[in-house]
């Protein structure tokens, strides 16, 4: 059975503590790192399927989390959150390895609808891998 849970990683605490208040109203677990190294000695102790980072962190950023989390496991589902997410170049992002794209502040309606889209995903995978 796959857990419904999702790892969040942000170095500003503001928006961490958003994330961790909104989205278990949604039915989901959260659980929140403040780095990238953080993050990665999270998942080594605990699956995700569905990670949630900022592009923009001190020290690793985004786009090598994403990197180093896809060589862990290609499965777990990536979304990268960036208030400059249109500079970034979106061809760079997708050989990075990440699946969706979400702007900071995060609209509650636009969270929701990718955090659901990213579930259905990962539930019909499950399905499909056990027929």
Do not use: W
């Amino acid at each position: 059975m796959i857990d419904k849970k999702i790892l969040v990683i942000d170095d500003e605490g503001a928006q961490r503590d958003v994330m961790e208040r909104f989205i278990p109203k949604l039915g989901y677990a959260v659980r929140v790192a403040d780095s990238a190294e953080t993050a990665l000695a999270v998942l080594k102790e605990e699956a995700f399927p569905l990670v949630i980072t900022d592009l923009n962190m001190p020290g690793m950023d985004g786009l090598e989390l994403c990197r180093r989390i896809k060589q862990l496991d290609a499965g777990i589902i990536i979304y990268a959150l960036s208030g400059y997410i249109a500079s970034f170049d979106e061809a760079k992002l997708d050989a990075c390895g990440f699946d969706g794209y979400l702007s900071k502040p995060a609209n509650a309606r636009v969270l929701h609808q990718a955090i659901e889209g990213a579930f259905e995903k990962i539930f019909r995978r499950a399905r499909e891998e056990q027929e």
